[in-house]
């Protein structure tokens, strides 16, 4: 059974810095990623990382988020900092194949970033 697990959500205010990470059992993906949801807009790439360590990242957090992963423990992280309340969102880690046409891909179940004062 695959699984994505995620962990390190929570509430911030803005300026902090939150990571998130994400463990995988039952297969190992060659890109994981963190995407993005509000209530009412489409799930949007925040970042993600092939097995080569190929990264990019949505141009509304670059220079702020970092994203990492450790491939002998199947596990990816998002080191977000300079938060902003625009940030706020339910993240999910996702996996996949390959970046574009993965003919499957599998997410975690979410976990919510608040960033408010």
């Known amino acids: 059974q695959v699984q994505l697990v995620e962990s390190g959500g929570g509430l911030v205010q803005p300026g902090g810095s939150l990571r998130l990470s994400c463990a995988a059992s039952?297969?190992?993906?060659?890109?994981m990623g963190w995407y993005r949801q509000v209530p009412g807009k489409q799930r949007e790439l925040v970042a993600d990382?092939?097995?080569?360590?190929?990264?990019r990242y949505a141009d509304s957090v670059k220079g702020r988020f970092i994203i990492s992963r450790d491939n002998a423990k199947n596990t990816v992280t998002l080191q977000m900092a300079s938060l902003k309340p625009e940030d706020t969102a339910v993240y999910y880690c996702?996996?996949?194949?390959?970046?574009?046409?993965?003919?499957?891909?599998?997410w975690g179940q979410g976990t919510q970033v608040t960033v408010s004062s």
């Open positions: 990382i092939t097995g080569g360590l190929s990264t």
């Open positions: 996702n996996g996949r194949p390959r970046r574009t046409g993965a003919d499957y891909e599998y």
């Open positions: 039952g297969s190992v993906f060659y890109v």
